[in-house]
């Protein structure tokens, strides 16, 4: 799906969206006893062995990195709840299945760093890249109904951060091919989105992009 559209013309890289799936808390099974971490995004812990608790996705990455924890994948990380949104994605051309607005991501930190955590993890990888595909070309063969719209914006629910992030300039385009001649003065101003774009604050205080 990533191949499809031209990764610089989105509003985030792949790798600032991951970034801020990270924040996402998951469920951690810890092999130590640990004091708590008190950090400025909260407080986590104490940690025992054996005793699930819930941190964040980063410092359960860190944490399994040093051999101090194991990650249990979400519950819709199951083959039962991925084979079952698999099909009602296929059945239903006009509507898109709830998933967490960072599943993309999640799953794929979790393929990379804890796969000896996922039970079948081949099966739920080939499961997450299906949905990924079947969402995305319903995405493209939609585009057929925005010309007799007439509108020169696109309402789709329940898309995903890493989805929005990569559909955007591919509508945004295709809208314009749409309006070019019959209907100029609806096709957007690319100037006047990017202008629109918020800015970062230099003062706020930033966690480092992780080395991948």
């Given at each position: 799906?990533?191949?499809?559209?031209?990764?610089s013309l989105s509003i985030f890289?792949?790798?600032?969206?991951?970034?801020?799936?990270?924040?996402?808390?998951?469920?951690?099974?810890?092999?130590?006893?640990?004091?708590?971490?008190?950090?400025?995004?909260?407080?986590?812990?104490?940690?025992?062995?054996?005793?699930?608790?819930?941190?964040?996705?980063?410092?359960?990455?860190?944490?399994?990195?040093?051999?101090?924890?194991?990650?249990?994948?979400?519950?819709?990380?199951?083959?039962?709840?991925?084979?079952?949104?698999?099909?009602?994605?296929?059945?239903?051309?006009?509507?898109?299945?709830?998933?967490?607005?960072?599943?993309?991501?999640?799953?794929?930190?979790?393929?990379?760093?804890?796969?000896?955590?996922?039970?079948?993890?081949y099966m739920v990888r080939s499961l997450i890249n299906d949905i990924?595909?079947?969402?995305?070309?319903?995405?493209?063969?939609?585009?057929?109904?925005?010309?007799?719209?007439?509108?020169?914006?696109?309402?789709?629910?329940?898309?995903?951060?890493?989805?929005?992030?990569?559909?955007?300039?591919?509508?945004?385009?295709?809208?314009?091919?749409?309006?070019?001649?019959?209907?100029?003065?609806?096709?957007?101003?690319?100037?006047?989105?990017?202008?629109?774009?918020?800015?970062?604050?230099?003062?706020?205080?930033?966690?480092?992009?992780?080395?991948?």
């Amino acid at each position: 799906m990533a191949g499809q559209t031209d990764p610089s013309l989105s509003i985030f890289s792949g790798e600032e969206v991951e970034f801020m799936a990270e924040d996402e808390m998951v469920e951690i099974v810890p092999n130590m006893r640990m004091d708590p971490l008190n950090m400025l995004c909260g407080d986590f812990g104490p940690f025992y062995p054996q005793m699930a608790t819930q941190v964040p996705l980063w410092l359960a990455i860190a944490m399994k990195k040093r051999g101090k924890c194991t990650i249990r994948p979400p519950e819709w990380m199951s083959i039962e709840n991925l084979t079952r949104i698999l099909e009602a994605e296929r059945d239903s051309q006009a509507a898109f299945q709830v998933l967490p607005f960072h599943y993309v991501e999640i799953s794929s930190l979790l393929f990379e760093y804890a796969p000896d955590d996922i039970p079948d993890i081949y099966m739920v990888r080939s499961l997450i890249n299906d949905i990924r595909d079947v969402r995305f070309h319903k995405v493209e063969t939609s585009l057929e109904s925005f010309e007799e719209a007439h509108s020169s914006a696109v309402m789709v629910k329940d898309l995903s951060a890493m989805e929005v992030n990569l559909v955007r300039p591919f509508v945004g385009r295709a809208l314009q091919a749409f309006y070019k001649h019959g209907s100029p003065e609806l096709v957007p101003n690319p100037d006047g989105m990017s202008a629109r774009r918020p800015q970062a604050t230099d003062n706020i205080p930033r966690r480092p992009l992780r080395r991948r």
